[in-house]
C-alpha cells in the first residue's frame, strides 16, 4: 500500500492565521481564507500536475515551454518570447532551454540578422514527448475539475480573472 505524504498545512495555517492576525486592524479573515485557499489549492494542484509531467524526464517549466513552441506557427519563437509567455518560473529561461537541447528536444538557431537574439525550435523529439504526455495532462485536469459543474466552472473563472486584474491594479 502506497505511503501517503501528511499535509498539515490546512489544519496548521487555519488554525493559526486566523488567531494571529486578528492584532492587525487591516485583517479581514474571508479575505485571507480566500488567499489562502488560492495559493494551497493552486500548491496542491501545481504539485499533482507536476508529477504528471516528470514521470516523463522533464520539469514542469520545460513542458510548459514545449508547449508555447508547439503553438507557435513556425514551431519556433524567440528565447525572450517564451520567458514572457511562460506561466511557471522563468527565472532562468537560458538553462532552461540549455537542458531541454542537451535532450534533443529544442534547438537553439542564432538569428543571422541580430547576433544577440536567439530562436528556440521544437525538434521532431519534442514534439513527439509533448504528445506523449498531453492525453494524461488533460485528463488529470478533467479529472480534478469534474467536482465543478459547467457552471461553476464558469463562475469559478470569472472570480479568477477578477482577482486577477485586482492584482494588478494594485501592483501598479
Given amino acids: 500500500m502506497p505511503e501517503h505524504k501528511i499535509d498539515r498545512r490546512e489544519e496548521y495555517y487555519w488554525s493559526q492565521v486566523k488567531k494571529h492576525g486578528a492584532r492587525y486592524p487591516a485583517f479581514d479573515w474571508p479575505s485571507v481564507e480566500a488567499a489562502l485557499n488560492l495559493t494551497y489549492t493552486f500548491d496542491v494542484v501545481n504539485d499533482h500536475l507536476s508529477d504528471a509531467v516528470t514521470s516523463f524526464g522533464i520539469t514542469r517549466a520545460g513542458f510548459n ?6 503553438r507557435s ?3 519556433a519563437c524567440k528565447q525572450n518570447e517564451i520567458s514572457q509567455l511562460m506561466l511557471v518560473s522563468r527565472a532562468n529561461i537560458t538553462g532552461l532551454v540549455d537542458s ?15 547576433r544577440r537574439v536567439n530562436r528556440i525550435k521544437l525538434l521532431p523529439k519534442g514534439e513527439k514527448l509533448l504528445e506523449d504526455i498531453l492525453p ?3 485528463k488529470i485536469i478533467h479529472d480534478l475539475c469534474k467536482v ?3 457552471h461553476e466552472k464558469k463562475i469559478f473563472n470569472e472570480l479568477l480573472v477578477r482577482l486577477r486584474n485586482r492584482a494588478r491594479e494594485i501592483g501598479k
Fill in 136 to 138: 494524461g495532462f488533460y
Fill in 100 to 114: 531541454l537541447s542537451r535532450k534533443g528536444l529544442v534547438e537553439r538557431i542564432s538569428d543571422p540578422h541580430d
Fill in 148 to 150: 465543478l459543474t459547467a
Fill in 65 to 70: 515551454v514545449l508547449r508555447i513552441l508547439s
Fill in 73 to 75: 506557427p513556425s514551431k
